[in-house]
């Protein structure tokens, strides 16, 4: 394993009065501590060094495994960190509730709603509550909504009503008419609803939403399991490359960088190892700030393309790593606006406001009760406060830390508000949602 510096790019910021050239030795310094195989704030080295950490095959888990393969678990005195590759979102979900003391998982890459999904206990076997931290944002954007061949003549984009049409005259044909996201109530669930929604398709009545795991939507659209599904990549680039199908839109077209996954602990590993749990997040936020680098996005697509992450062809990964889309329907935009943040833009900080966004969103589906006191359900389980400590030991440049846990009011591609300080105006906005 090799032991980096931090990327040119960020390192004026990154390690205030650091030069340019400084190695890595620079940077224990500049934390201002260390030990055998790494430096951590304060000369505290961590309770264990132990983590087991899951991940789905999919880009945005890219900080962990560059985290892993160039020895940063390591360098923060986590020298027995796993990384390990689960089949879907529902296994995650059950290997968090297992814990690695059973044989499952301490936390790891995740969609952001499921923390908050298994605390609640909303997503778990017998609604059995299973506490959950956020600490970090591993990302903003970079999902894409896909379409298959069939609707080619459409050119689908954000305008859903075309599809709306075609849907309708599928069905009347004695067809059914699918689409596919990767867990109920995550991420991806909630951008093909908005999506959908917004052009008038209920997405509980006129169309039948589907469970897919990540690695499995291009192989079901080849069969003519589902008709439009929502992944993050290189699904959907591989989608376009087999001539199966076309990108419709990536979801930062919806709300420009959007929050997406997390990087996310069991709430008992935390607290009985709050050292370890900081040095796995300044861990990942250095992955973060390596990932974002431009210099190291084609490297960052070989790690990735690896069969041990996502194992898949180079070809599939690169294009849309470096900012190229070609969207499969005569659409191609270079360094698109839209593609994925690491760490650029705040991508890492997990804003409390737009975890309140899910939880509202979620209401909407009738994952959640609108009951649900959103405010203290995240509170309890977004941890900014340790994003900053760890952020703060980095050596993250104060005015590159956010001073509010709310990013503000949002604004969506058809015109829609969301207002932190009064989501139930968002809410009460929608005209297609499952609550009344």
């Given at each position: 394993?090799?032991?980096?510096?931090?990327?040119?790019?960020?390192?004026?910021?990154?390690?205030?009065?650091?030069?340019?050239?400084?190695?890595?030795?620079?940077?224990?310094?500049?934390?201002?501590?260390?030990?055998?195989?790494?430096?951590?704030?304060?000369?505290?080295?961590?309770?264990?060094?132990?983590?087991?950490?899951?991940?789905?095959?999919?880009?945005?888990?890219?900080?962990?495994?560059?985290?892993?393969?160039?020895?940063?678990?390591?360098?923060?005195?986590?020298?027995?960190?796993?990384?390990?590759?689960?089949?879907?979102?529902?296994?995650?979900?059950?290997?968090?509730?297992?814990?690695?003391?059973?044989?499952?998982?301490?936390?790891?890459?995740?969609?952001?709603?499921?923390?908050?999904?298994?605390?609640?206990?909303?997503?778990?076997?017998?609604?059995?509550?299973?506490?959950?931290?956020?600490?970090?944002?591993?990302?903003?954007?970079?999902?894409?909504?896909?379409?298959?061949?069939?609707?080619?003549?459409?050119?689908?984009?954000?305008?859903?009503?075309?599809?709306?049409?075609?849907?309708?005259?599928?069905?009347?044909?004695?067809?059914?008419?699918?689409?596919?996201?990767?867990?109920?109530?995550?991420?991806?669930?909630?951008?093909?609803?908005?999506?959908?929604?917004?052009?008038?398709?209920?997405?509980?009545?006129?169309?039948?939403?589907?469970?897919?795991?990540?690695?499995?939507?291009?192989?079901?659209?080849?069969?003519?399991?589902?008709?439009?599904?929502?992944?993050?990549?290189?699904?959907?680039?591989?989608?376009?490359?087999?001539?199966?199908?076309?990108?419709?839109?990536?979801?930062?077209?919806?709300?420009?960088?959007?929050?997406?996954?997390?990087?996310?602990?069991?709430?008992?590993?935390?607290?009985?190892?709050?050292?370890?749990?900081?040095?796995?997040?300044?861990?990942?936020?250095?992955?973060?700030?390596?990932?974002?680098?431009?210099?190291?996005?084609?490297?960052?697509?070989?790690?990735?393309?690896?069969?041990?992450?996502?194992?898949?062809?180079?070809?599939?990964?690169?294009?849309?790593?470096?900012?190229?889309?070609?969207?499969?329907?005569?659409?191609?935009?270079?360094?698109?606006?839209?593609?994925?943040?690491?760490?650029?833009?705040?991508?890492?900080?997990?804003?409390?406001?737009?975890?309140?966004?899910?939880?509202?969103?979620?209401?909407?589906?009738?994952?959640?009760?609108?009951?649900?006191?959103?405010?203290?359900?995240?509170d309890k389980v977004n941890r900014e406060d340790l994003w900053r400590e760890a952020a703060k030991d980095l050596g993250v440049a104060a005015a590159d830390i956010p001073a509010s846990t709310s990013r503000g009011i949002e604004t969506?591609?058809?015109?829609?508000?969301?207002?932190?300080?009064?989501?139930?105006?968002?809410?009460?906005?929608?005209?297609?949602?499952?609550?009344?």
């Amino acid at each position: 394993m090799t032991v980096f510096d931090v990327p040119a790019l960020n390192r004026r910021r990154f390690l205030a009065g650091t030069a340019a050239s400084a190695g890595t030795a620079a940077l224990f310094s500049a934390i201002g501590a260390s030990f055998p195989g790494g430096a951590f704030a304060q000369g505290a080295g961590p309770e264990t060094t132990k983590a087991v950490l899951g991940f789905i095959a999919l880009t945005d888990a890219a900080p962990l495994f560059v985290a892993k393969e160039k020895g940063l678990f390591d360098k923060y005195g986590m020298t027995d960190v796993e990384v390990t590759k689960q089949s879907s979102w529902g296994t995650t979900r059950d290997n968090i509730v297992l814990g690695s003391a059973g044989s499952g998982i301490d936390g790891g890459h995740i969609l952001t709603p499921m923390p908050y999904l298994i605390s609640s206990g909303a997503m778990t076997q017998n609604n059995q509550p299973t506490p959950m931290y956020i600490l970090a944002r591993l990302n903003l954007g970079g999902q894409c909504i896909s379409v298959g061949s069939e609707y080619a003549d459409l050119k689908l984009s954000l305008d859903t009503a075309p599809f709306k049409t075609a849907l309708a005259a599928k069905k009347a044909s004695g067809k059914e008419v699918k689409a596919a996201m990767t867990f109920p109530g995550g991420t991806h669930d909630l951008w093909i609803r908005y999506w959908l929604a917004a052009g008038g398709i209920h997405p509980n009545q006129d169309i039948s939403t589907i469970v897919v795991p990540p690695a499995q939507m291009v192989a079901n659209m080849k069969v003519g399991t589902m008709d439009c599904f929502c992944v993050c990549e290189p699904w959907n680039e591989q989608l376009k490359n087999q001539e199966i199908g076309y990108t419709a839109i990536t979801t930062s077209e919806l709300w420009m960088n959007h929050p997406e996954k997390a990087f996310a602990l069991r709430a008992d590993y935390v607290d009985a190892n709050p050292r370890a749990a900081k040095a796995l997040l300044m861990a990942v936020q250095e992955a973060q700030m390596w990932c974002e680098d431009t210099a190291n996005k084609e490297e960052m697509a070989e790690i990735c393309a690896k069969r041990q992450w996502i194992n898949a062809p180079f070809k599939d990964v690169v294009d849309r790593m470096k900012g190229r889309f070609d969207y499969g329907n005569g659409k191609v935009v270079e360094n698109s606006p839209f593609q994925m943040r690491y760490w650029a833009d705040n991508a890492s900080y997990p804003y409390k406001s737009h975890d309140l966004w899910f939880l509202t969103e979620d209401q909407r589906w009738g994952y959640l009760p609108m009951d649900l006191d959103r405010t203290a359900l995240v509170d309890k389980v977004n941890r900014e406060d340790l994003w900053r400590e760890a952020a703060k030991d980095l050596g993250v440049a104060a005015a590159d830390i956010p001073a509010s846990t709310s990013r503000g009011i949002e604004t969506f591609f058809d015109g829609k508000t969301f207002d932190p300080a009064n989501p139930d105006a968002y809410l009460e906005s929608q005209s297609i949602k499952t609550v009344s």
